[in-house]
């Protein structure tokens, strides 16, 4: 399989030049992509040159007080056959900044929160931030793209930063959305009922030794 593609992404910044320049922060982002695969069904079903690789987005963050804010991001996405193409809501939260020194910070989120748990998982969600065009399938299945983002319910997130380098500690509850044809995508073509997400339980340490470019970790998840 011979696979071809070029990727055009542009960042475009909005700044706010109201009284709530400094506690309002307004972002976009626009990325197009060209894609052929030869005797393959990715991304079309026909194997020819696509531009089926459209991401629209916009995002906001509003600090309401020094400890409180609301951030928010609505895309627009066309990838093919990989997932509906649409209007989607990819986080919208009410963070509360619970405890904020010099070498730590503790805050919650609650509301649709961001996954922070998987590689990349945080930031695949805006073109430039990510390592490639397309992440690997096998471990990032776009299929399921709304489901592994993030989860409707609450997030804790711990930083701090000491001799050893930097940790983030992520612990959140709640559940995902799954959509008809995101159950398609898992069940196959024929079913025809509802699947839904009770619950989902999930813990991650990251480590980044410092003066390196490693980083360590473990993740757990309970449903």
Not at 97 to 110: G, H, L, M, S
Not at 141 to 155: C, I, S
Not at 182 to 199: I, M, W
Request: hydrophobic share 40%; net charge neutral.
């Amino acid at each position: 399989m011979k696979l071809s593609s070029l990727f055009i992404c542009l960042g475009l910044l909005f700044q706010s030049n109201s009284l709530f320049a400094e506690s309002l922060k307004l972002n976009g982002f626009v990325a197009q992509g060209i894609i052929q695969a030869y005797d393959s069904n990715f991304v079309t079903d026909e194997g020819g040159v696509s531009l089926e690789l459209t991401e629209l987005g916009i995002n906001s963050s509003y600090r309401i007080n020094p400890s409180f804010r609301v951030a928010g991001q609505a895309v627009y996405l066309d990838g093919g056959n990989r997932y509906p193409d649409g209007f989607r809501v990819d986080y919208l939260f009410l963070e509360w900044q619970i405890f904020n020194k010099a070498n730590w910070q503790v805050k919650a989120q609650i509301g649709r929160n961001k996954n922070y748990h998987w590689l990349y998982s945080s930031t695949r969600d805006v073109p430039h931030t990510r390592p490639s065009i397309i992440l690997p399938q096998s471990l990032y299945f776009d299929a399921f793209r709304d489901v592994a983002l993030g989860v409707d319910g609450l997030m804790l997130i711990a930083q701090t930063d000491n001799k050893l380098g930097e940790w983030d500690i992520n612990l959140s509850y709640g559940n995902s959305r799954i959509s008809s044809e995101q159950t398609k995508n898992l069940l196959g073509a024929s079913a025809t009922g509802k699947l839904k997400h009770d619950s989902d339980k999930q813990f991650s340490v990251y480590w980044r030794p410092k003066l390196t470019n490693f980083q360590f970790g473990f993740f757990i998840t309970g449903c």
